[in-house]
């Protein structure tokens, strides 16, 4: 899937967005994100899956990747 837009992001997920996605995967803005890869779910769930279980940046990329598993056409998982 590709060029799922997300609205309504917090301060808080864009930043961890900023941090765990490489340039080109994804273009931001201070509220919505526009993903530019192939299963924007598994690739979220690849980078999510290094850092502790709660806390940022785990938590601001868990609440994205419900949005993107909303908004998927597919409704992957």
């Known amino acids: 899937m590709t060029g799922i837009k997300i609205n309504k992001l917090t301060a808080m997920n864009v930043r961890a967005l ?6 080109g995967e994804v273009t931001l803005t201070a509220t919505t994100a526009t993903f530019h890869v192939r299963d924007a779910g598994r690739v979220l769930s690849e980078r999510m899956a290094p850092f502790p279980s709660q806390g940022h940046p785990r938590a601001s990329l868990h609440a994205v990747l419900r949005k993107v598993l909303a908004a998927s056409p597919t409704g992957e998982k």
């Open 18 to 23: 900023e941090e765990v996605m490489e340039p």
